[in-house]
């Protein structure tokens, strides 16, 4: 006989370990599918914003963040070309915000141990092979285990799909349009000295972005940037660039640890993605997480987006009061896609459009002096960055207001019309970088878009 259960979870790395520990304080009786739970060695998924950590402590789950070396991160430290300020995350009802640096593997090790502990959780090793469907509805799904030859079946009123970056079942239940915006590659470095101690580094390096941030006491993360559809170089060639062109751009304090990692050459690569959310609905299943959304990882908003899900959904299960009827289930479904975009947007926006101002050579650098002015010019976007404000118009109005800035700092002290042509190439850029994002998010209208600049 086939076990029935009310919701059956594909995949149990952050997002549905997360979700099967929120649900574990429900009645609702849950399966959790994952392919593979030995601990895994990831670049991603290690830098959790103060919006996450907030998302995490409405779920009462904020306790899974201690016992395995997680650091605290307080802020974001910005260097360009010799220079670089620090700006601290928000304080708030005398609250300071923190966000979280940690071991990937480790994280999802503690969730998972926490899940398996539930008693209305059971967790399978198996890999999910297929979305069992009856009169078009999903009811369940067919799954190998790894010492098994014949396939088992398990029936649900709910399959939650959030099999993560690569997912296998993205395809039946949305109409992704996906690209690869370029790749990071990853290294750890051992007993770093970070000039700005738990704090988040950026460096606006001359090609991309680089990022460094603790994630245990001995270790700090980097991540080097490389724009493109392209594979980074092999080894030895990308040996010779880490060591070239890399290394001199970072702080000083670092570059001893990172030769030393460079040497090792204990690289990983991950491509770095963006699509939108586009959900199809199909009875009986819904789709969450990195399955559903992805942004550049630059920002570090990939978990808050997650937690976001998790809540979102979690919470409007849990309230269902008659589970029995199945109307309940599609409402919930149809509420979850039409909410969750007021919770992601404005991360999924900030993401793609800074990785985009990072990109230009004018806007990065106005970038760089609108945030060092301090106050609110670099509080307000913080709170943004942290996830602690969700407020698409204060992101809007400090996206155009680094154009601003920068188009006044080329026109200044005396404008010329080979400036004035520069300035309107800045405007232009800008607006082909936040336009298709806001289009993207259901966000704004072209005529919205217009007025918004005329106003501000």
Same mark, same amino acid.
């Given at each position: 006989?086939?076990?029935?259960y009310d919701i059956?979870?594909?995949?149990?790395? +952050?997002?549905?370990?997360?979700?099967?520990?929120y649900?574990?304080?429900?009645?609702?009786k849950?399966? +959790?599918?994952?392919?593979n739970l030995?601990?895994?060695?990831?670049i991603?998924?290690?830098l959790l914003?103060?919006?996450g950590?907030?998302?995490?402590?409405?779920?009462?789950?904020? /306790?899974?963040?201690?016992?395995?070396?997680?650091? @605290?991160?307080d802020?974001?430290?910005? &260097?360009?070309?010799g220079?670089?300020?620090?700006i601290?995350?928000p304080?708030?009802d #005398?609250?300071?915000?923190?966000?979280?640096g940690f071991? *990937?593997?480790?994280?999802?090790?503690k969730?998972r141990a926490?899940?398996?502990?539930?008693?209305?959780?059971?967790?399978?090793?198996?890999?999910?092979n297929?979305?069992?469907?009856?009169?078009?509805?999903?009811?369940?799904?067919?799954?190998?285990?790894p010492?098994a030859?014949e396939?088992?079946e398990?029936?649900?009123?709910?399959?939650?799909?959030?099999?993560?970056?690569?997912?296998?079942?993205?395809?039946?239940l949305?109409?992704?349009?996906?690209?690869?915006?370029g790749?990071?590659?990853?290294?750890?470095?051992?007993?770093?000295?970070l000039?700005?101690?738990? /704090? #988040?580094h950026?460096i606006i390096?001359?090609? @991309?972005?680089?990022?460094m941030?603790p994630?245990?006491s001995?270790?700090t993360?980097?991540?080097?940037?490389?724009?493109?559809i392209?594979v980074?170089?092999?080894?030895?060639e990308?040996? *010779?660039?880490?060591?070239? !062109?890399?290394?001199?751009?970072?702080?000083? @304090?670092v570059?001893?640890?990172?030769?030393?990692? +460079?040497?090792?050459?204990k &690289?990983?690569?991950m491509?770095? /993605?963006r699509?939108?959310?586009?959900?199809?609905?199909?009875?009986?299943a819904?789709?969450?997480?990195?399955?559903?959304n992805?942004?550049?990882?630059?920002?570090?908003? #990939?978990?808050? +987006?997650?937690f976001?899900?998790v809540?979102?959904?979690?919470s409007l299960?849990?309230?269902?009061?008659?589970p $029995?009827?199945g109307?309940?289930?599609e409402?919930?479904v149809?509420q &979850?896609?039409?909410?969750?975009n007021?919770?992601t947007a404005?991360?999924?926006i900030?993401?793609d459009?800074?990785? #985009?101002?990072?990109?230009n050579?004018?806007?990065?650098e106005?970038c760089?002096?609108?945030l060092?002015?301090?106050g609110?010019? @670099?509080?307000e976007p913080?709170?943004? =960055?942290?996830?602690?404000?969700?407020?698409?118009?204060?992101?809007?109005? /400090?996206?155009?207001?680094?154009?601003?800035f920068?188009? $006044?700092?080329? =026109?200044?002290?005396?404008?010329?019309v080979?400036k004035?042509k520069r300035?309107?190439?800045?405007?232009?850029? !800008?607006?082909?970088?936040?336009y298709?994002?806001?289009?993207n998010? $259901?966000?704004?209208? =072209?005529?919205?878009?217009?007025q918004f600049?005329v106003k501000?």
């Open positions: 006989m086939k076990p029935i059956c979870i594909v995949g149990g790395g +952050v997002t549905g370990a997360c979700l099967a520990s649900l574990g304080k429900s009645a609702l849950v399966a +959790v599918i994952e392919r030995n601990e895994k060695d990831r991603v998924g290690e914003q103060p919006g950590v907030e998302m995490l402590e409405k779920m009462g789950l904020e /306790h899974l963040l201690d016992g395995f070396d997680a650091q @605290s991160v802020g974001y430290a910005l &260097f360009m070309k220079e670089s300020f620090e601290g995350y304080e708030k #005398g609250k300071r915000y923190a966000g979280r071991r *990937n593997g480790k994280f999802v090790q969730l926490y899940m398996q502990a539930q008693k209305n959780v059971t967790v399978i090793e198996g890999t999910v297929e979305l069992l469907e009856t009169d078009k509805r999903i009811v369940g799904v067919s799954y190998t285990t010492r030859v396939a088992k398990i029936t649900a009123t709910l399959t939650i799909v959030c099999d993560g970056i690569f997912s296998t079942f993205r395809n039946t949305s109409v992704p349009n996906k690209s690869v915006t790749f990071f590659l990853g290294l750890i470095l051992k007993d770093c000295q000039p700005y101690p738990n /704090h #988040g950026v390096a001359e090609s @991309s972005p680089i990022l941030y994630v245990s001995t270790e993360r980097i991540l080097v940037d490389f724009r493109g392209k980074p170089p092999k080894r030895e990308l040996q *010779n660039y880490l060591t070239s !062109s890399i290394a001199p751009q970072l702080p000083s @304090s570059q001893s640890s990172f030769l030393k990692s +460079v040497e090792e050459g &690289f990983k690569l491509p770095n /993605h699509m939108a959310a586009n959900p199809n609905l199909k009875q009986g819904v789709l969450i997480g990195d399955s559903l992805m942004r550049h990882p630059l920002t570090g908003g #990939g978990m808050t +987006v997650a976001s899900d809540y979102l959904l979690g299960l849990m309230k269902m009061k008659n $029995k009827r109307t309940q289930w409402r919930v149809r &979850f896609y039409e909410s969750r007021q919770q404005t991360i999924n900030l993401a459009a800074l990785y #985009g101002v990072m990109g050579k004018e806007l990065k106005a760089f002096n609108y060092k002015r301090s609110s010019y @670099s509080q913080i709170t943004i =960055l942290s996830a602690i404000s969700r407020d698409s118009n204060l992101l809007i109005k /400090h996206f155009f207001a680094v154009a601003l920068g188009i $006044k700092g080329i =026109l200044m002290p005396i404008p010329t080979t004035a300035s309107l190439s800045l405007l232009s850029n !800008s607006v082909r970088i936040i298709p994002l806001l289009r998010e $259901k966000m704004l209208r =072209l005529q919205n878009l217009r600049i501000y």
